[in-house]
């Protein structure tokens, strides 16, 4: 086994113990935002992109790479839905097909708001740390964490990433700053998974 090869095994791994399962945390307060697109194309893509959330957040990601595609095409500049869908893509293994996403929402639009552009470069750093290229992943944690300092989600992510790389001082530091902020949110279940993380040998 090359140590390539071990590094994306152990991220995706790690990934995929953070991911299946959970809510879409980044995503149901954008569906909660009104958008007036100006015009009725915009407003269906924005219909179509609240049912494409609802059903990720059913498990049925299917259905929403299809609502969500359907979004991109009546409104090409949706950064929101392109994001959306490469989560549904890494979800259901397609990588490439996830990275390709991530990458059109960042390029699309750099002036999101900070809950949009901080999950895009982290969505994005997890499928190129899974795809073995973990120090570019490192460099989108990084940007997301820059982005948004206090994102718990990113210092997991980074963390997880350079503990992959036997950097275990700077593992535990993310990994302590993401558990101070899961625990300050209350939000007990990554607060243990983070934990867990931390009792790396």
């Known amino acids: ?12 791994i790690s990934s995929l113990l953070y991911s299946v399962g959970s809510p879409i945390a980044d995503f149901p307060v954008l569906a909660q935002q009104q958008y007036n697109f100006g015009s009725a194309s915009r407003e269906s893509a924005r219909r179509y992109f609240q049912s494409g959330l609802e059903a990720m957040n059913a498990d049925n ?18 950064s929101r839905a392109y994001n959306l869908r490469g989560f549904a893509k890494r979800r259901i293994g397609d990588l490439r097909g996830a990275l390709d996403d991530f990458n059109q929402a960042i390029k699309i639009n750099q002036n999101w708001e900070t809950a949009k552009l ?4 982290n969505n994005r750093g997890q499928v190129k740390a899974m795809l073995g290229d973990v120090l570019e992943g490192i460099k989108d944690f990084d940007r997301a964490i820059e982005i948004y300092p206090d994102y718990a989600d990113g210092h997991k992510n980074r963390g ?41 040998d």
């Open 1 to 12: 086994m090359t140590k390539k090869y071990h590094i994306a095994k152990v991220f995706l």
């Open 61 to 78: 990601n299917q259905k929403g790479i299809k609502d969500l595609s359907e979004a991109i095409r009546l409104m090409p500049d949706y």
């Open 118 to 121: 901080h999950a895009a470069y």
């Open 160 to 200: 997880i990433a350079k503990a992959s790389l036997g950097l275990k001082q700077e593992a535990l530091s993310d990994f302590q700053k993401a558990a101070s902020w899961y625990k300050l949110d209350n939000n007990l279940e990554e607060y243990e998974k983070v934990l867990k993380f931390m009792k790396f």
